[in-house]
């Protein structure tokens, strides 16, 4: 339930709003910062220099423009589609908000698999849409594809994480095919961190032949705009039509769209921090591993994060930030993540001194 509202106020609200559990990064002021899964490198001294330029330059006396227009071409001619296949939004987190705008309700049905990102649901109970959780595997985090299937041909969206956010997994692209044929909704594939896994893991070869897939993408994280907030939805005409058609009228503002626009221009320069932060994982994960005997069990991952977990993770997680300012994401009263972090992929020497204040605590040093 939200905080800080009176009786008096609540009692005027949106049922449905009055009865949220707001999403709560939990972020506090630390020297070393792996818990939002942004890109820890930074941007590129080059691409920072464009994105500077483009900032200058911007026009703020008038409107920015409604469809991000530029920055629509140039990621239409990135993933070879035409411009009526691309919507911008103000971060992937505005689009998904729109997608339940647009396509929930009340009557209508989510189905998802949890655990995944949490805002699905909320923006599912926010606009009173029934949410159908067809439960991940409890040790392996993949999804019931006969299940799914099935409760995907109820569904007025479907909406899975490849890779999916906290547990790292990729979702088959077969699976993909086969909820696109079940649907008779949307099929919703949020591909936030697709830029750190293998070449080939995405779902976009099938829009070419569903209408109903869209695939959300962000450059939140491989591209360094967290702060930016631009995401953007591959999709059939009819789908961008309809997100187009509930969004707020001008909500990428023009400093957001120039930025995008340098980080898009420039995107084969974040190549080699993709690359590092994808072997940091690597080496990440086989630390991790070594570490079993002090109870610790890691997943594999596609993104730039790993999932852990420890014995007593929530007293590990408030002691990595209280004795070493070291903030990771702590899922460990959440369903089916019982004693779960999820740890960010840093830089070299950030993931080493993650390594090291893991071991002093596990060991009780
Ligand atoms: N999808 C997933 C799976 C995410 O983890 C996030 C960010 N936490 C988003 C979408 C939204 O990202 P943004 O709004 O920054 O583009």
Not at 13 to 36: K, T
Not at 53 to 72: F, H, I, K, M, W
Not at 93 to 104: Q, R, T
Not at 218 to 228: E, H, I, W
Request: net charge negative.
């Amino acid at each position: 339930m939200p905080q800080g509202i009176s009786d008096r106020i609540r009692a005027v609200m949106r049922p449905s709003a009055a009865a949220l559990e707001p999403y709560d990064p939990a972020f506090s002021q630390v020297r070393i910062n792996l818990s939002a899964n942004e890109n820890t490198y930074g941007m590129p001294p080059e691409v920072k220099a464009a994105v500077d330029r483009g900032l200058c330059d911007a026009v703020t006396n008038r409107y920015p423009q409604p469809l991000s227009n530029e920055l629509r071409s140039e990621l239409a001619r990135w993933h070879g589609v035409g411009e009526d296949h691309v919507i911008v939004g103000n971060g992937g987190d505005e689009l998904l908000f729109n997608l339940f705008l647009a396509f929930g309700g009340r009557d209508h049905v989510l189905v998802s698999c949890e655990p995944t990102f949490s805002v699905y649901r909320l923006y599912a109970e926010l606009v009173e849409t029934t949410v159908v959780d067809v439960p991940r595997n409890p040790d392996t985090f993949e999804c019931d594809a006969d299940a799914l299937a099935e409760a995907a041909s109820r569904a007025s969206i479907v909406v899975v994480t490849s890779p999916n956010n906290p547990t790292g997994n990729l979702f088959p692209i077969e699976q993909t095919r086969r909820l696109c044929e079940a649907c008779p909704g949307i099929v919703l594939l949020d591909e936030a961190y697709m830029e750190f896994a293998p070449d080939g893991s995405s779902a976009e070869p099938l829009l070419a032949e569903y209408d109903n897939l869209a695939v959300l993408h962000t450059l939140s994280k491989a591209f360094c705009l967290a702060g930016g907030r631009i995401g953007y939805v591959l999709a059939s005409p009819s789908v961008v039509n309809a997100l187009a058609a509930v969004r707020q009228p001008y909500s990428v503002n023009v400093f957001s769209q120039a930025a995008g626009l340098a980080a898009v221009k420039n995107r084969k320069t974040f190549g080699p921090t993709i690359a590092s932060i994808a072997s940091e994982r690597d080496r990440l994960l086989d630390e991790l591993a070594t570490m079993e005997d002090l109870g610790v069990t890691v997943w594999p991952s596609a993104a730039n994060f790993l999932l852990v977990r420890m014995p007593d993770a929530h007293v590990v997680r408030n002691r990595l930030r209280d004795e070493f300012s070291i903030l990771v994401r702590d899922f460990s009263s959440a369903p089916g993540l019982r004693d779960c972090l999820r740890i960010t992929v840093g830089m070299p020497d950030e993931n080493d001194a993650l390594l090291d204040a893991l071991r002093q605590l596990l060991k009780g040093e």
